[in-house]
Structures are given as structure tokens and as C-alpha cells.
């Protein structure tokens, strides 16, 4: 979950994300930053490509759960690390 992993973090140094994609202006980042960005968080994303996601994780996040499809779940928790089961 992304409790614990922020947890994990900040107490033991582990599992903490190779770049701080919260940083403005995305268009300035080199491009591995970009990537792993796009691909783990959503941001960052380049907007002139003619591929897309299959899922966007964060539309709907807020019901999950109830919400998104089992492969929407799937695809999130495995990419992006979200809407992954506690247990």
C-alpha cells in the first residue's frame, strides 16, 4: 500500500521512489524521470504520443473498490501501485 510504503521509506530507506514526481514542470525533466513518472504516477507524461494507457488510475480512484474493473485493478496495482488489495 502506499502507507507503507511511504513508511517503509522514511523509517528503513526502502522502497522509496527514484525521483520526486510532485516537482513542477515535467517538460524539464530528462527523459528516464519522465518514464518512470508516466509510468508509476501518471505525471510527467508526454501529451504528443499516439499511444495511451489502457487504464487511467487515477480517474474513479477515490471508489476503487466498488468502482473499477478487475483488470482496471489489475493494471493499476501492477503499473502504478494503486487499488492494490491490503490482503
Not at 524521470?33 to 505525471?43: A, F, L, N
Request: glycine share 10%; charged share 15%.
Amino acid at each position: 500500500s502506499t502507507g507503507k510504503k511511504s513508511y517503509c521509506c522514511k523509517t528503513m530507506g526502502r522502497a522509496c521512489d527514484p525521483f520526486d514526481c510532485t516537482q513542477l514542470d515535467a517538460t524539464l525533466w530528462p527523459p528516464n524521470k519522465q518514464s518512470y513518472c508516466c509510468i508509476h504516477h501518471g505525471t510527467g507524461c508526454a501529451t504528443s504520443t499516439t499511444t495511451s494507457l489502457p487504464y487511467d488510475c487515477n480517474a474513479g480512484y477515490s471508489n476503487w473498490e466498488a468502482g473499477w474493473s478487475t483488470g482496471k485493478k489489475s493494471y493499476c496495482c501492477k503499473t502504478m501501485g494503486r487499488a492494490c488489495d491490503p490482503f
